[in-house]
């Protein structure tokens, strides 16, 4: 269960414009986390753990020690840890004990700037809005009083039903927005500072 609300998060800010729905991303991703965690496999077994081993691949293939962590031990047991590369002025937190074991900083992130509000969603049951799924701490969708549970129906009058749209509309304007969000059965107007 911890895995597949992993994927759901990876989903809910992956772009979707080639993904039918979440079971065809979820069976993707699984399918390519069981091939790396069945190749780490047959190198840990061919080295008879006589050796250290690197294995690089993307944050979210990792996450909680999830992912091909897990899969590899649940192979052949071993020794693991983790380790993720962030930037300095990465914008969240580096110390979201959720990332890593170990966080190797580096230099500033490069200049391009995408705004983000701070906020992993998923499409509302409902099929209106984009429910909020976790709140970042010390982001504008913190700053703003997000939270978990929370439905964003539109931004600046213009709907939204996922992270795609979100990241279009926030793109698109000015730092300053309106957002429209349900929460529970309460419609309200949320002023928020995007970064």
């Known amino acids: 269960p911890e895995n597949r609300r992993r994927m759901q998060e990876e989903y809910s800010v ?13 069976e993707a991703q699984l399918a390519w986390e069981e091939t790396m965690a069945e190749t780490l496999t047959g190198r840990l077994q061919a080295t008879s753990g006589k050796c250290r081993i690197i294995v690089i691949l993307g944050k979210g293939h990792m996450r909680n020690r999830l992912g091909v962590p897990h899969l590899t031990a649940l192979r052949v047991p071993h020794e693991f840890r983790t380790v993720a590369p962030m930037p300095v002025d990465y ?29 992993a969603v998923q499409p509302a049951a409902s099929g209106r809005g984009a429910e909020i799924l976790r709140v970042m701490p010390d982001t504008p969708a913190a700053k703003a009083d997000l939270r978990k549970g929370d439905v964003i129906v539109s931004i600046d009058a213009v709907p939204v039903n ?8 926030l793109a698109e304007s000015g730092p300053s927005h309106r957002l429209e969000v349900l929460r529970g059965k309460k419609r309200m107007t949320i002023e928020a500072e995007v970064e």
Do not use: C, W
């Open 14 to 26: 992956h772009g979707k414009d080639r993904i039918r729905n979440f079971e065809s991303f979820y």
């Open 91 to 119: 914008p969240s937190s580096v110390f979201d004990p959720d990332i890593a074991e170990y966080v190797l900083l580096t230099d500033k992130s490069e200049p391009v700037h995408r705004p983000r509000m701070g906020v």
């Open 162 to 169: 996922g992270a795609e749209d979100i990241q279009r509309v």
